[in-house]
T-cell receptor, first 116, second 114 residues
C-alpha cells in the first residue's frame, strides 16, 4: 500500500529544544516536500527535494532545515524551535512538476507541533 | 502559477450532486487544472485533473469551460464523507526552477447535510 508516514503525529516542546519530524515514503518518488498549515494562511511550502542530496527552499524556509540522504526519507529539522513555528506540518511526495501531469502529490497524515 | 478564485463555503444535502466552481481567468494555455481535497484532520488528497476536455474518474468529474477561464468539480452523489475543503490549483509543467510544489489557496469548505 502506498504510504507516507510522519512521526511523531503530535509533539509539544519548549522553545529552543531541537527536534526532528521524520517523513518516509514507499512509492519510490524522487520529489518530496514539507508544508505547514496555519489558520487563515492555508498550506505553505517550507522546503522541497527533487532527488537525493538535492534540496531547496520553498516559500517559508526560515527556522527549518531538511536533509535527503536517502530517497525514501526527508526529515524536517527545527534547530531552535520558537512559538511561531507552532503549526500543522505535512510531508508530501510525488512526481516532479516537470514530469507530465498529473501532479499528484501524496500527503502524510500531518504532525501537530506546539512550541511553548 | 495563475490565480484561482473559489467560494469560501458551500452547503449541500447528502446523496445530491454538488457542483464546486473555480474561476481562473488568467489561466495560461499550458496550465493544468488540478483539484485536491482535505478531509478533516487529514492531509490533502488528489481528486482529479484536466487540461481542456472534461474528465471523469471514480471520485468526481471535472467540467472545463470552453475558454478554460473556469471549471467545475462535480461530485455526483455527495456523502457525509465528502465534507472537506476542496482546492482548485493550476500547474504549468513548463515552470521549472521554482518550488515544484502546489500553491494552495483557501479552497471551498463543503458542508454536507444529512
Amino acid at each position: 500500500e502506498a504510504q507516507v508516514t510522519q512521526n511523531p503525529r503530535y509533539l509539544i516542546t519548549v522553545t529552543g529544544k531541537k527536534l526532528t519530524v521524520t517523513c518516509s515514503q514507499n512509492m519510490n518518488h524522487e520529489y518530496m516536500s514539507w508544508y505547514r498549515q496555519d489558520p487563515g494562511l492555508g498550506l505553505r511550502q517550507i522546503y522541497y527535494s527533487m532527488n537525493v542530496e538535492v534540496t531547496d527552499k520553498g516559500d517559508v524556509p526560515e527556522g527549518y532545515k531538511v536533509s535527503r540522504k536517502e530517497k525514501r526519507n526527508f526529515p524536517l529539522i527545527l534547530e531552535s524551535p520558537s512559538p511561531n513555528q507552532t503549526s500543522l506540518y505535512f510531508c508530501a511526495t510525488g512526481t516532479s512538476g516537470r514530469a507530465p501531469p498529473p501532479y499528484e502529490q501524496y500527503f502524510g497524515p500531518g504532525t501537530r507541533l506546539t512550541v511553548t | 502559477d495563475a490565480k484561482t478564485t473559489q467560494p469560501n463555503s458551500m452547503e449541500s444535502n447528502e446523496e445530491e450532486p454538488v457542483h464546486l466552481p473555480c474561476n481562473h481567468s488568467t489561466i495560461s494555455g499550458t496550465d493544468y487544472i488540478h483539484w485536491y481535497r482535505q478531509l478533516p484532520s487529514q492531509g490533502p488528497e488528489y481528486v482529479i485533473h484536466g487540461l481542456t476536455s472534461n474528465v471523469n474518474n471514480r471520485m468526481a468529474s471535472l467540467a472545463i469551460a470552453e475558454d478554460r477561464k473556469s471549471s467545475t468539480l462535480i461530485l455526483h452523489r455527495a456523502t457525509l464523507r465528502d465534507a472537506a475543503v476542496y482546492y482548485c490549483i493550476l500547474r504549468d509543467p513548463r515552470s521549472g526552477g521554482g518550488a515544484d510544489g502546489l500553491t494552495f489557496g483557501k479552497g471551498t469548505h463543503l458542508i454536507i447535510q444529512p
